[in-house]
Structure formats: C-alpha cells, structure tokens
C-alpha cells in the first residue's frame, strides 16, 4: 500500500523519456512507484488528480549566497555609471561591504532575511538549495552564517563554507595569514559544529591565489570534506584544473575557462556549474565554453548564484530562460542544469534530481504544455503545487 498516488499527470522524470499519462506513487516520503498510468495497480490510501499538470523533481539550486545582510543597489548604480565590479571591490565595497552588514547583524535578523528571501524558490518548487557562507570572513560571523544556512525550513539546505571568498580588511596585505586563519580555526570549527557540507573558494585576481586555494582544499581533505570552486569567473587562472585536480564536486562559474581545464572537469567526473545571473548583471561578454562542455561529456548544472553583488537573482525559472537566451542551452539541458546534474554538483544524485523509485518525494506541479515553457517564459510562475517529502506544502 503507497502513502498517496498523483494521477492524471505528465513526468518529466529527468531519468528518461517524458511520460504523457502517468502515475507518481509516495511512501514515507520517498517515491515508490513512477511510471505509465495503465502499468499502475498499486493501491494508495490518498488518490490526488494532478489534472495534467506535468510532475518534475523540485529543483536544486547548487549555488547561492542566500544568507547576508544589506543591500548594494548603490553599486548597481556606480556600475551603470561605469564603474567595474574589480574596481569597487578593490575599494573596499562589493563583497566587504556584505561583509560589514552581515557582521553587524543579529542570527536572528540574518535568518528572518534569508527565509524571506527563500520564499522565491519555494514558489517555483525548489527542493534543494546550497547556501555558502563568505560574508563573516571571521569565526564568529562564518559560523553563525551557517547556522542561519541550517536553521531555514521548507527546503532541503546544503551548506558550504566560502571563508576564502575576499580578504577581509583587517587582513589587509596579508592574505597568507588569513589562509593561515581559515584553515587552522574557522574551518576545523564549522566542521566540528557540523556545520559544513562543502568547501568553496573564490580563485580569482581579486581574491585568492591557486596556491591559496589549494592550501584550503587541502584542509577540507584532512577534514573529509569535499570542494567545490568559484573558477574563472573573471580571468584564466586555472580555475576548473584545480578544482578537477582536488576531486571537485563542481568547477562554477568558468567563462575563462579553456579546453584544458575542460577536460581536466571531465576526467575528474566534476559538474560544470554555469551562473548566468552572474553573466547577465555583470554585462559579461566571455562565454563559458558550452561547446567544448558538451564535447567533454561535462555534466552541466544550472544555479542562482544568488548574492548581493554580482546576481540578485532569485529565480531558477529566470536562470533558466538566462541560460538559454545567453548561453544557447537547449531548454531540456537547462532543465537538467536545475535538477540531475544540481544534484549531482552537490554529491545528492541518490536522493534528488530525477523522478525515481527511492528519491525523496521532492517535486512541483506545472500547468504548462511542455516542459520547454519552463525555460522559454519570462517573469510567468506556472507552478501549482509542490511536495516535500511525500507532503503538499
Ligand atoms: N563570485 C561571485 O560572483 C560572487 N562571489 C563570488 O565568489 C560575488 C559576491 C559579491 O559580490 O557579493
Ligand atoms: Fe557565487
């Protein structure tokens, strides 16, 4: 006997062809039966019609910076006047600017902002969200930032740490201290909290060496956690080769990523996580290597990078439709970006991702003709419904 069973419905199970009459059994808040509607003879004690809705996984979103305080719409404003994201960072704004807001702000004020925040994501049957942390760049302020992380409901949280994301001002001029800082304190003390699930870095000009980088990805290996990269975002630096070099679940971001390191992700068997929030707000004209991912057989996920500075985004719908206006994804393969490979990017293919027999009852109900709507629309929310773990929320 299934818990409940969705007739009348569309799957776009993700793990297979669409299924146009179909059935979705849950039991104990896991999927127990996914098929055709004239190969089910289950019995359920709650029969739903989904009316022809169509069913997909609730989405994952494997990159955000959803918790932080105060707001740079100011300079969203020097940027229009033509002042460059590089430049204000190096002028203690961007990131720093986070920083101070967030280190000035309560646990309690920084959760009330972000489960707000998050509200956007559970209107579009989210499932899943990965929340870095990054604006503390001190113990204190880290940790509670992941507290925060764990502490939001309605969805499932994936938490990394993100202590290499700038040099925080005290540090000023001595970044191999603050390194020294992240790896001999405030990491060892997330974790001992378990608190991280991940561990990322911003590898870039204006953040942290390769070198830098390692020295942290190899903490994480003593810690037995696994890494992730904000690669070549902004310039070559070898990004994507370090990443698949330490085993990296993912390589994020990548515009300036060359061949080698795409075939560096490859043998690695690290996702490639494309942000076009990120491309869009910055006015980017360098285009991640699509052709060259594809090539390689490179897993290709999709996310927010929802944060402050570079993609007040909080909308997968829109991501989507971002990936394929500006990077020319096909709508199945921005679709995919949103649920296998952004489970797959956070190490959860087991659990989410796909409509399977075994995963968590995680999906979204969708009044839409085809699932290619979902990325072709703009600013629409066809969503009407959304179930977690077996229950409609
Ligand atoms: N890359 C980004 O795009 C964000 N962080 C990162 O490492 C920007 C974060 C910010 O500007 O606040
Ligand atoms: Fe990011």
Same mark, same amino acid.
């Given at each position: ?13 993700? %793990? ?79 990131? *720093? ?8 702000? $309560? ?79 405030? *990491? ?20 942290? $060496? ?24 902004? $310039? ?7 990443? %698949? ?29 494309? *942000? ?42 829109? %991501? ?5 206006? *500006? ?22 293919? $087991? ?25 072709? %629309? ?16």
């Amino acid at each position: 006997m299934h818990d409940a069973v969705w007739l009348n419905a569309r799957l776009a199970t993700m %793990a297979g062809p669409v299924i146009r009459d179909g059935a979705l059994a849950a039991t104990a808040g896991r999927i127990s039966w996914a098929g055709e509607r004239r190969d089910w003879k289950g019995d359920a004690r709650v029969e739903h019609d989904a009316r022809g809705a169509w069913i997909l996984p609730g989405f994952v979103d494997c990159h955000t910076h959803l918790v932080y305080a105060g707001s740079r719409a100011h300079e969203f404003e020097l940027r229009l006047k033509g002042a460059g994201y590089e430049e204000i960072a190096k002028t203690g704004g961007g990131i *720093l600017s986070t920083v101070r807001a967030t280190r000035a702000a $309560s646990q309690d004020e920084l959760l009330a902002l972000a489960q707000r925040r998050l509200r956007s994501w559970l209107a579009e049957g989210a499932a899943v969200l990965e929340v870095k942390s990054g604006y503390g760049l001190d113990r204190d302020t880290e940790l509670k930032m992941l507290r925060v992380a764990r502490g939001l409901a309605g969805v499932t949280v994936k938490t990394t740490f993100l202590g290499a994301h700038a040099l925080p001002e005290e540090y000023k001029g001595r970044a191999e201290a603050y390194i020294d800082l992240v790896c001999a304190e405030v *990491l060892p003390a997330a974790a001992a909290e378990k608190l991280v699930d991940a561990v990322d870095a911003f590898c870039e000009r204006i953040a942290f $060496s390769r070198h830098q980088t390692a020295r942290v990805f190899d903490t994480a290996k003593r810690l037995g956690l696994p890494v992730k990269l904000h690669a070549d975002q902004l $310039s070559d630096l070898g990004g994507a080769a370090l990443a %698949a070099k330490h085993g990296a679940l993912s390589a994020d971001h990548l515009e300036y990523t060359g061949e080698p390191g795409v075939e560096a992700l490859a043998r690695a068997g690290s996702v490639a996580v494309l *942000l076009p929030g990120a491309f869009y707000f910055l006015r980017e004209t360098r285009l991640p290597p699509i052709a060259a991912l594809r090539r390689h057989h490179v897993p290709i996920a999709l996310a927010t990078d929802h944060n402050p500075g570079s993609s007040p985004l909080s909308s997968p719908l829109l %991501a989507m439709n971002m990936a394929c206006t *500006l990077f020319r994804l096909t709508p199945e393969e921005a679709l995919a970006g949103f649920t296998i490979n952004a489970a797959r990017a956070l190490g959860m293919q $087991s659990t989410h991702g796909t409509l399977e027999v075994g995963k968590s009852a995680d999906f979204a109900l969708w009044q839409i003709e085809s699932p290619a709507e979902l990325a072709y %629309a703009i600013g629409a929310n066809p969503c009407v419904g959304r179930v977690r773990a077996g229950a409609i929320q």
